[in-house]
């Protein structure tokens, strides 16, 4: 596939203008997250709207430590051999949900390949902690592949959590390109396997990275296929320089329209434009 190259970094345009993280509020939330000793994506992944989120009171909380074992060339997360497994950690975190009051919490954690349920259990625990220290607090999980370890997928799963998301982040041709180690086939395996326990199901792609539109049309299409229930659609921001680069800032009348042709498609709810995140509004998810 031929893919357009920049020939500069190019300017943000004035449709991704963020705000700065200020307020009592954003204040609070960094206190609950530095105390608990806690990740955030928020923070590890420079999220735009970590200054709407947090300032609001609420935050995405990142389990199983902040050196992810995969290197994605999108990702702002550090890339490395993890040291930290913390078996406290989901009485942590759901100590800091409960003090945060939180009606809708969202978790998702780096990759732990080199463990052999994959930090299932970490995160099994961590829903059923929350769940018990909060019992209205619907919750969102945002896992990573297990690479096929449908066992371990299961245990994550089958906590209570309301919401199963797992970010198949970019269209099939440019997976080797921006995804190496991951597998196209397999997350969309994965998410059908998700649907098929039960779960309401969702996804997020960024767009940006070179992709075509029938390309974007085609990762719909297998969605749909395979029981995607939610889809968003953001703007991929390269974190550095050492990150891929941005090929082309999407106009958010491109994002409309993406929306509509999910939708079209059979997806229940896509979220699309130029800040969507994958947790971002994610407390409308819960009953689509």
């Known amino acids: 596939m031929e893919v357009k190259e920049p020939s500069e970094r190019k300017k943000r345009p004035d449709w991704l203008r963020v705000k700065l993280p200020i307020g009592e509020s954003y ?7 530095d105390n608990n000793k806690l990740h955030t994506i928020c923070q590890s992944g420079n999220c735009p709207n970590m200054g709407e989120c947090w300032g609001e009171g609420t935050a995405t909380f990142m389990i199983l430590g902040n050196i992810c074992t995969r290197s994605c060339n999108f990702c702002a997360v550090a890339t490395g051999r993890p040291t930290e497994y913390d078996t406290n950690e989901p009485q942590r975190v759901a100590e800091a949900i409960k003090t945060m009051g939180v009606k809708h919490a969202v978790i998702t954690s780096v990759n732990r390949d ?3 349920d994959k930090g ?9 902690k929350t769940k018990e220290l909060s019992p209205k607090t619907t919750i969102e999980t945002l896992i990573p592949d297990t690479k096929s370890d449908w066992e371990a997928l299961y245990r994550m799963i089958s906590a209570g959590q309301e919401v199963v998301s797992h970010n198949m982040e970019t269209v099939k041709n440019l997976y080797r390109r921006v995804r190496p180690q991951a597998r196209y086939e397999r997350s969309l395996e994965q998410i059908r396997k998700t649907k098929e326990y039960g779960k309401r199901t969702k996804t997020g792609i960024m767009l940006g990275l070179g992709e075509s539109k029938d390309e974007v049309f085609e990762a719909m299409d297998h969605l749909a296929e ?4 939610i889809l968003t659609l953001g703007q991929y921001l390269q974190p550095t320089k050492m990150h ?9 009348d ?6 509509e042709e999910g939708l079209k498609r059979g997806i229940k709810y896509v979220e699309s434009g130029p800040l969507v995140r994958s947790s971002y509004h994610s407390e409308r998810h819960v009953n689509v």
């Open 244 to 252: 891929h680069e941005v090929i082309e800032f999407i106009h958010p």
């Open 27 to 33: 204040r609070k939330v960094r206190e609950i997250v």
């Open 114 to 116: 080199e463990l052999k």
């Open 120 to 128: 299932a259990e970490i995160w099994y625990q961590t829903v059923v």
């Open 254 to 259: 491109i994002f409309d329209l993406y929306r």
């Open 226 to 229: 395979n029981g995607c229930d």
